[in-house]
């Protein structure tokens, strides 16, 4: 089964600050890779995925980048932050065709 | 763009009543999951469902998926406490690899 890491935990930054977060994964190989983000008390809004090393979609565009450097690595970066980008950050894997989407734990970022 | 809306958006209900939750997408699904988020947690996959007036059901849940493969409900029989959390549906639409989240429905329940 997969297991997804993501860390931190929790993040606090100002704004105007840059930000990476990483996300690896374990128990697959070339996995489908997706970024999240989640307001307080909102919906998932699908920000990047990946189906290979190199090969980034961007659903909505802002200030935010994703990279894949390796099979199993996807990373979240920004060069300054907007108070706008406070939210919890999701990575998932899975979701080929008709497989699930397997969760990280998530990273809380609040930009001040 | 794909949408997938979620209706209600909050439900309060007592514990040992029913619940039920609908997702509607905009354009035709190859397929619709649902997912589990308990407060704080992350999401957790609970079933997919894949053909066109489908129903599965796992203990007290039951899901369908329309004829049209455009919508898709869950009912949850006689809520428990454990049931508490937001329930999402996630479509795909033929060939592509990403999945759009309904808006999500947050169940309470209360003792």
């Known amino acids: 089964s997969q297991t997804i890491h993501q860390w931190p935990a929790t993040l606090v930054q100002p704004v105007g600050s840059p930000l990476s977060l990483e996300c690896t994964v374990e128990?697959?190989?070339?996995?489908?890779l997706y970024w999240y983000r989640q307001a307080a008390g909102r919906g998932l809004q699908l920000l990047f995925y990946?189906?290979?090393?190199?090969?980034i979609s961007s659903e909505v565009p802002q200030n935010l980048s994703a990279s894949r450097p390796q099979d199993r690595q996807f990373i979240l970066s920004s060069k300054k932050l907007l108070l706008s980008d406070s939210g919890f950050y999701l990575c998932?894997?899975?979701?080929?065709?008709?497989?699930?989407?397997?969760f990280g734990n998530g990273t809380r970022l609040t930009v001040t | 763009g794909q949408q997938v809306m979620q209706i209600p958006q909050y439900q309060h209900v007592q514990e040992g009543e029913d619940f039920t939750t609908y997702c509607n997408s905009s354009t035709t699904l190859s397929n619709i999951q649902w997912y589990k988020q308990r407060p704080g947690g992350h999401p957790v996959f609970l079933i997919q469902l894949v053909k066109s007036g489908e129903v599965k059901k796992q203990k007290r849940l039951t899901f369908q998926f329309g004829e049209a493969k455009k919508n898709s409900s869950l009912h949850i029989t006689a809520t428990q406490t454990t049931d508490v959390g937001t329930y999402f549906c996630a479509g795909r639409t033929s060939g592509a690899n990403n999945l759009f989240f309904g808006t999500g429905t947050r169940l309470t329940v209360i003792p």
């Open positions: 128990g697959t190989s070339n996995p489908n």
């Open positions: 990946s189906v290979g090393i190199g090969q």
């Open positions: 998932a894997a899975g979701g080929y065709l008709n497989s699930p989407l397997h």
